[in-house]
């Protein structure tokens, strides 16, 4: 049975019982554990790539590991792992690159057509079709309607015209620490659904639900595991029964840093998948830090630190640094260096020192996410 099948199947019917896991790309070292632990997986796991960590090669690649689509797309199909390739947050303004060269908004959804069809042509299977960004300008819900349903005719269009299997992801939605409007996503589907139909596009697979989960630093600042915590689930239910009234299934985008007792609850009130992206790389950025330091490789801590503070990756992130420590912008940012020459130059520096710092770092990503995979019931042993 191939891995789409598979999903199918989940859908079908595992609802109320499971939830499918869905990982950022973070590193050459995350996406191998992600490989790894994906041959515990009863499903395949979902790696969703912003298009800020891999992009095609003609519109400049991707930070995560210098890949572009098509060189991505090719080092997975070879690692024949359990995992499906999926685009996260596709659509115009999505890419660090397309903010700064448009000032043209058609010109900007041209280019994010452009990544989509490179993710059909490359082998990506699951499309997040954004359009919450899709204007410099006012942004409206019929705005982002009217953006989502031309990228997706394009995509549904372009995919046929290949005899290539895609399954789509919608949602207008923005970031929020708290639950969305029931009414605003009612309208949103039966206009987005009603568009689906009446050109006879391709059903989608899975709707984004904003959940009040958000993502800032390195923890999740939302109300979601509260409300998970203290059974307060009235709001939340009847976001996912909405979604599963149009036949949709429901993706919980941020679920990064929440505790195992909140993924434990997730199967059981009928959260199809969940997006952990952020947590990943500051996993790994805190290794590196905790290891140089148990090595008293004094030197090499603090220049991975310069790095990252002098990068300012760091700063759509944080909320107040007053208290910050130097450590601190690191853990948010340092995934963002991993590639770059001058963190290479450090890290070769650091494997001479410390030939088995890598192993150690893919052991402990690949034991966190067989820890989530056991919680959200899809682990095999």
Known sequence: MSNINIIKKFKKFNRNSETLLCLGPMSLN????????????????????????????????????????????LFARNNKANIILARDHAGPYQSSLSTTNFNNDQDALNDSVKSLKCDILNGFQFLHLD???????????????????????????????LNREVYYEIGAEGHSSTIGSSEELEYFLQRTIS???????????????????????????????DNIKGNNLKDIKKIINIIHSYDLSVKQHNADYLCLD???????????AIN?????G??????????????NCTAFYDRFNQLAFNSNKWKKWVINTS??????YTKIAGHYLFSTKEFCLLKNEILE?????????????????????????????
């Open 30 to 73: 995350s996406f191998n554990a992600i490989c790894n632990s994906s041959r515990f997986s009863k499903y395949p796991i979902t790696v969703i790539a912003s298009r800020n960590q891999i992009e095609s090669e003609e519109l400049g690649g991707g930070y995560v590991n210098n890949w572009s689509t098509e060189s991505f797309s």
């Open 131 to 161: 359009p919450s960004n899709y204007s410099k300008s006012t942004i409206t819900l019929d705005g982002m309607i009217n953006s989502l349903v031309e990228m997706y005719g394009i995509c549904d269009e372009y995919s046929k015209s």
């Open 195 to 225: 568009e689906i139909k009446k050109y006879n596009f391709k059903y989608p697979t899975f709707c984004v639900a904003m959940l009040g989960s958000l993502v800032k630093e390195t923890r999740n600042i939302g109300n979601f595991s």
């Open 262 to 272: 909140v993924f434990k609850k997730m199967p059981s009130f009928g959260l199809d």
């Open 276 to 280: 952990i992206a952020p947590e990943l």
């Open 282 to 295: 500051k996993i790994e950025t805190s290794l590196i830090l905790d290891i140089l330091k148990n090595h």
């Open 323 to 328: 208290n910050f420590r130097p450590e601190d």
């Open 353 to 381: 020192d410390i030939p088995y710092i890598d192993e150690i770092i893919v052991a402990e990503i690949e034991k966190h996410i067989r820890d989530l995979l056991t919680c959200l019931n899809i682990c095999t042993i």
